[in-house]
């Protein structure tokens, strides 16, 4: 996993795509392609994401020779769902129609074969009206069912077989053999001129209304984009020559001065300039409370500011905006591959031809060998076999969930890169957690102060003296100085003693601030101070000796804050089944004090960056699949080289583009809910391709005639269509499920270990 590097990439648009064997092909045939380093066809939007420097033009002349069509997307990200939208419905309604014109035949017909029993052809006055019908139905099959057919046709170009190849073989096969009935009736025993026109029609009807349906549950799987997508304000408020103008959001320019108002979304990325206001986040972190903006604060597109005018400097526009990268992200991990999906993959690439040589195979056998009347029955297993295993289910039953899963996680702060790390997530069975930035604060702060006078008076000193140094923990006792108001003195003298302390002259006071062995080099005795400060590095606090004009003074700590919510997420993951273990470059005594408190068990202290990559390579050698959560550029190499990566996201650029997953929000809960939700999406996988594998496991011999020994009955063509066609619809609402999951913390339950 340790190179994320992504190359240049390109999405298409694909035409005639209906089954995972068409998705096998495309990809087979970019594959050749120079240039291409991925390809990746998503089926339950249509689309074809390509990877690599390969010209448009050559990708889109590789999938017209696989038999298919493609066009590159250039629209935005707002306009290309729009006009998807838009064409959704389009496609929506005309399937309906096709469905409706075609039912309007079928049922009629099938209703009077049921009543009257009457669908043979034994004298003129019947050929005359079966003809009629015949005809009749050749209409309903060309302008309800023609795509099939010319998919079928487009395929055997290619020497290929698709989804549309089995239902026009089937429906074809039927109508031919009820017009030769028709027209040459006294070729036929009398026991087989049976017409089945009624079977063309009403099969092309149920698989064009299955189709509608799929479409329609197919378009609330990406409602999590959409959502996204509705963030993105379509104008912004810019000071132009000391005015506010609204100008189109494309035209706004880094550096550009906004004005947002109290209601309005933050439309570009920056930081504020002027005004305070209380802006709500949970858009894109899933964090509830609304933070705090003042100046200097960043700002994010998409949030919205509750109650407050802020003037902002833009500083990341269009798709440099955060939240264009989260869209960005998103589609790419719905379109990527889960490696469960190879198991489809594989048995879809040969799963048409196959069924064409068991339909045949099977007609060949009631042909020869069975009841008569053979003609008819050899008719019914052959058209029954190839219309119900059309493995559109199965093509579907990964790419749905994972759209869904991953909309679903960037819903709660979860971003999740690809479909591999979604499916890994669900094996780990350890947790390396880094301490600073992740279970802590990540920013030291004054904990304790104490002193043999006044501790304000103590604390004026000691913050003079830090204000001249770049140490993280002097800011820690400046910043607490200043929240006090307390006004800073003139320093003299000053110099930083290494791995000792500092010392210099405030108001004229010799003042030292350091440890024990900076006291000790300058004849200082610590006294009763030395089993405090111990106590408090049995806390976890950074305890330093602070000496005025050759005296002991007082005794100051320093603290990296544990979250609020640290412990809590801890005990989540625990109950998860996850063993945590503790990685961090401080001290072992800080480092086992925040574990106490934390409940964590394993601790790994005074570490390098490379020593918390070769733990986690170490813990992978004795057969653990490790997860790896850090924020900073010292965690990069652990989070690559884990199984699977957690990026806290308010940490650095490096560490999320290392991680497989980013945290929206800086909370270890994060970490959790990632791999909830990666349990239930993988959960939902094996349902759909269960239901998948089993149906046409089972569809395939009863269409075959294997219960008609002892029911006496084959399975009609008809209810073949009809349990194709929902199928698909089957699957797309499963997988419609995930919309409603919700992390524990939510709902109070928690299983431990499932998967």
């Not at 089926?43 to 010209?55: E, H, N, S």
């Not at 379109?335 to 031809?353: E, K, Q």
């Not at 801890?570 to 089944?577: A, D, H, P």
């Not at 068990?601 to 653990?624: N, S």
Request: glycine share 10%; hydrophobic share 45%; aromatic share 4%.
């Amino acid at each position: 996993m340790g190179n994320r590097a992504s190359a240049p990439q390109q999405t298409y648009r694909l035409q005639g795509v209906s089954c995972a064997g068409c998705v096998k092909k495309i990809e087979g045939a970019l594959g050749e392609v120079a240039g291409v380093e991925d390809a990746r066809v998503n089926l339950a939007d249509k689309t074809l994401v390509v990877q690599g420097d390969a010209a448009a033009q050559e990708c889109i002349d590789a999938v017209v020779s696989a038999g298919y069509g493609a066009e590159l997307v250039r629209a935005s990200a707002r306009e290309l769902r729009e006009q998807q939208r838009k064409e959704e419905y389009g496609h929506y309604r005309h399937l309906l129609w096709r469905a409706g014109i075609a039912l309007g035949l079928g049922i009629p017909l099938m209703v009077w074969g049921l009543a009257t029993g009457e669908m043979g052809v034994n004298s003129p006055v019947q050929q005359m009206a079966w003809g009629g019908v015949g005809l009749v139905t050749l209409a309903v099959l060309v302008f309800c069912g023609g795509h099939f057919f010319t998919g079928a046709w487009r395929a055997f170009r290619h020497h290929s077989a698709t989804m549309d190849t089995l239902v026009a073989l089937g429906t074809g096969t039927a109508w031919l053999f009820s017009m030769l009935v028709v027209l040459l009736p006294q070729v036929l025993p009398v026991s087989a001129r049976h017409v089945y026109f009624e079977a063309s029609a009403m099969i092309i009807g149920l698989i064009n209304l299955g189709q509608a349906l799929e479409v329609r549950a197919r378009g609330r799987t990406s409602a999590a984009v959409e959502k996204l997508l509705e963030l993105q304000d379509a104008s912004a408020r810019v000071i132009r020559d000391g005015e506010e103008v609204d100008i189109p959001i494309e035209q706004v320019q880094v550096g550009d001065k906004l004005r947002v108002r109290p209601g309005e979304k933050i439309p570009v990325d920056g930081s504020v300039v002027e005004g305070e206001s209380l802006v709500d986040e949970s858009m894109l972190t899933g964090e509830p409370l609304a933070v705090k903006k003042a100046g200097g604060d960043p700002l994010t597109a998409g949030t919205l500011n509750k109650n407050g005018s802020l003037l902002f400097t833009a500083e990341k526009v269009g798709a440099d905006t955060r939240l264009s990268q989260i869209i960005e992200m998103v589609k790419n991990a719905q379109s990527s591959r889960v490696p469960i999906a190879r198991l489809a993959d594989t048995i879809s690439g040969i799963f048409v031809p196959s069924v064409i040589i068991i339909a045949v195979v099977a007609a060949l056998i009631w042909f020869n060998w069975g009841p008569a009347p053979k003609v008819a029955h050899m008719l019914v297993v052959l058209t029954s076999v190839l219309i119900i295993a059309c493995p559109c289910a199965l093509g579907l039953a990964t790419p749905m969930s994972v759209m869904v899963g991953v909309g679903k996680g960037a819903e709660n702060g979860v971003l999740v890169r690809n479909g591999k790390a979604l499916q890994q997530a669900t094996d780990l069975d350890t947790l390396v957690v880094d301490k600073t930035g992740t279970l802590t604060e990540g920013a030291p702060k004054l904990t304790d102060i104490e002193s043999e006078g006044d501790a304000d008076d103590l604390l004026l000193l000691l913050a003079s003296l830090e204000s001249r140094s770049e140490h993280p923990l002097a800011e820690a006792i400046v910043t607490a100085a200043r929240e006090k108001e307390l006004p800073l003195g003139d320093v003299h003298s000053f110099e930083a003693i290494t791995a000792h302390g500092v010392r210099g002259e405030v108001e004229g006071k010799r003042v030292l601030l350091g440890n024990r062995k900076l006291m000790q080099r300058e004849g200082i005795e610590t006294g009763k101070w030395s089993a405090k400060a111990e106590a408090l590095a049995e806390q976890g606090r950074t305890a330093m000796y602070a000496a005025v004009d050759g005296t002991m003074a007082g005794i100051i700590a320093v603290a990296d804050p544990i979250r609020e919510d640290a412990a809590e997420a801890v005990q989540r993951l625990k109950k998860l089944g996850l063993r945590i273990e503790m990685l961090t470059g401080d001290n072992r005594a800080t480092a086992e004090a925040v574990a106490r408190q934390l409940g964590i068990d394993y601790v790994h202290a005074d570490l390098l960056p490379e020593d918390k990559e070769k733990i986690v390579a170490d813990l992978q050698k004795d057969g653990a699949k490790v997860g790896m959560a850090g924020d900073g550029i010292n965690d990069a190499p652990a989070l690559a080289r884990a199984d699977v990566g957690f990026a806290i996201g308010a940490g650095t650029d490096v560490a999320i583009e290392s991680a497989d997953v980013t945290l929206m929000r800086s909370s270890l809960h994060g970490v959790v809910d990632a791999v909830e939700l990666s349990r239930a999406t993988l959960r939902n996988i094996k349902q759909n391709l269960f239901g998948a594998f089993i149906y046409n496991t089972l569809g395939i011999p009863i269409a075959a005639g294997v219960l008609y020994p002892i029911t006496g009955m084959l399975l009609s063509p008809v209810i073949a269509g009809a349990a194709m066609a929902f199928s698909s619809v089957t699957v797309v609402s499963n997988a419609n499920r995930l919309r409603f999951f919700k992390p524990s913390r939510n709902t109070g339950e928690l299983k431990r270990g499932e998967k």
